[in-house]
């Protein structure tokens, strides 16, 4: 029976988010296979809030093996670049008076960023090579700066939260594991549809 009353809609919608989190988390634990898991994430969630009809789970791994290649070699280009960031911070902790440094840090984070914000939505979205989609991910984000900022901040937010506030831990796990990456990843799509409507009409 197809579920019209409202909150029936609503339930089944949680309960598909809650599924894509954990397929998510449990595909992504080779670490390797991290970005192909966000990007069939990102891509399950896109038809699932259109209101397609689909399979969740099917829907993901199909979208989670058609992007496997691709997503795998832009993630480990971006994953160095993300331990060495960490180092960099570490560095950047102790050595705040050195201004240059500060400015390279900063900048770096912000390349990081715009790249990381559209990466993966744009596989999941076009067809291109690795290296081009990097690239367009930078540019996209350069040309689309308002939304690329709203796009960060809601989605580094509770991140940032998470580390801020270590003594709620068993909260923010079960947070993490049941919606974090499913609620991160529908606020990306909602904001990187309107990104992507400019290349698609």
């Known amino acids: 029976m197809k579920p019209d009353n409202k909150f029936f809609a609503f339930m089944s919608l949680a309960g598909d988010i809650i599924l894509l989190n954990v397929l998510f ?6 670490i390797l296979t991290a970005g192909t898991s966000l990007t069939a994430l990102y891509a399950s969630l896109r038809k699932r809030l259109r209101g397609q009809e689909s399979y969740i789970v099917r829907d993901y791994f199909a ?14 280009i971006l994953l160095p670049c993300l331990i060495a960031m960490i ?21 770096l984070l912000l390349i990081l960023l715009f ?34 900022l709203a796009l960060i901040f809601i989605t ?21 594991l049941l919606l974090g990456f499913s609620v991160s990843t ?13 290349y698609t009409a």
């Open 25 to 30: 988390i449990i595909t992504s634990l080779p």
């Open 63 to 76: 979208f989670w093996k058609e992007n496997l290649k691709n997503s795998m070699i832009i993630w480990c």
């Open 87 to 107: 180092v960099f911070t570490s560095y950047i902790a102790n050595n705040l008076q050195n201004l240059a440094a500060l400015c390279v840090y900063f900048l």
């Open 115 to 148: 790249v990381l914000s559209y990466a993966f939505p744009l596989q999941a979205t076009f067809v291109n090579s690795p290296t081009r989609i990097l690239l367009n991910s930078l540019l996209t984000a350069l040309r689309h700066l308002p939304y690329t």
């Open 156 to 176: 580094s937010l509770p991140v940032c939260l998470t580390l801020c506030f270590p003594r709620a831990f068993y909260f923010t796990c079960a947070y993490w």
């Open 186 to 198: 529908i606020l990306s799509v909602l904001i990187t549809k309107k990104v992507f409507q400019y």
